[in-house]
């Protein structure tokens, strides 16, 4: 059985085996999840679309299917689309662009990587608890984990239970891309000393340098640093020098928050952040992001004004609530919510109902919900869909 609660793919004989805070979390938040409300009648809504000189469609996409309405949508009404709170994507998204990416899945990780470097510190841990179970491949080489930043020793020992040589590394986060660059200078630089090699060196140096296949993890989330983006940048740099000798690949930890981005970059060519004119789209990572766009509302307060809000997943969305006391006011309002929910899962064959795709190291699904919606209420995509016509 597969535990649907995030993307690490963890299965037990019993799902009730598998504990974790997320999971407890997350069915807590599953049984007192809001009931679906009704929206105004089709007839009303298209004479406020078509009216509107301004609209924003955001929130929180989880599906393919809605994913793919709501850019159609954005394309037919000339709208800016931007997924809310998926400013962290973008910090991969914007150095990715610049520099390119050496990556590497999940289950390739698991199978090919002998030195695994984890960057962060304990919020990492506690948002990924089982993270050094899922990258375990359970055999006999034990395998090399440098925990590079912030961390204690109780994340150390999570990775040590779960076989790892684990060694910590005390550093500022933002100074990590520079100590490693500073590392490898001296490696090679050591390496051309003969007498290096019969002095000894360090074992997690030594482990290092003849490591076949390095991964390098982090979770953009996880960066609470100005210009995170070009962090990230430096740090590609890094792992692009590394493959000069040995191979070395990034494996960014991505959350379902990335799910518009991946479909809107097959769609549009872009990864969000795309506004529509005579359905060509138009990609400013900065002005048109969603926080732009209700920023600039008040500028714009003659003209109507439309957010078309999406939400298929069961959290709130404080971030509206944050700017309607003074952005949001006298824009109209329409709210999408979802007839299921969609999370995680693992394989095709489930018992459940769910449609799924691939989405680098998980494949998300959609798995019908514990409560019985009101027929007369349509799902997210449908509405999309309906209006788009």
Known sequence: MICPLCSLLCDADDLRDIHCERRVALLTQFH????????????????????????????????????????????????????????????????IQRSGLNSISLAEARELTDVFIIVGDDH?????????????????????????????????EQWQKAGFDTWTVPCELSSVPSALSHWSLWMDALSKDAHFEVSGANPLFERMRNANY??????AENLRMAQADLWVERLMQWIASRNETNRCAALPWASTDGTFQQVCTWLTGFPGRVAFKDGVPS?????????????????????????VL????INSLPF??????????????????????????????????????????????????????????????????????
Request: aromatic share 6%; with cysteine.
């Open 214 to 219: 390095t991964s390098v993890v982090w979770s």
């Open 32 to 95: 007192s999840i809001r009931p679906t409300t009704s929206l105004p009648h089709q007839p009303d809504l298209l004479p406020l679309l078509r009216s509107a000189k301004r609209i924003l469609v955001t929130g929180r996409i989880a599906s393919v299917e809605t994913a793919r309405a709501a850019v159609a949508f954005a394309s037919k009404f000339n709208a800016t689309i931007d997924c809310a709170e998926s400013g962290h994507v973008f910090k991969n998204v914007l150095a």
């Open 124 to 156: 990492f841990q506690t948002t990924v608890p089982r993270l050094p179970i899922a990258l375990s491949n359970g055999k006999a080489l034990t395998k090399t984990v440098l925990l590079l930043g912030d961390f204690t020793n109780e994340s150390a």
């Open 310 to 313: 999406v939400d298929e997943t």
């Open 283 to 307: 990609y400013d990572p900065h002005k048109n992001s969603y926080e732009q766009w209700i920023e600039c509302t008040p500028m714009h307060a003659h003209e109507e004004s439309v957010i």
């Open 320 to 389: 509206l609530k944050q700017h309607q006391s003074q952005a949001v006011q006298g824009t109209s309002l329409i709210e999408l919510t979802p007839s299921s929910v969609r999370f995680p899962t693992k394989v095709t064959g489930l018992e459940e109902n769910a449609d799924m795709f691939r989405a680098d190291q998980c494949l998300l699904a959609r798995v019908e919900a514990a409560y019985s919606p009101r027929p007369f209420v349509k799902s997210a995509s449908d509405w999309l869909e309906e209006l788009s016509k």
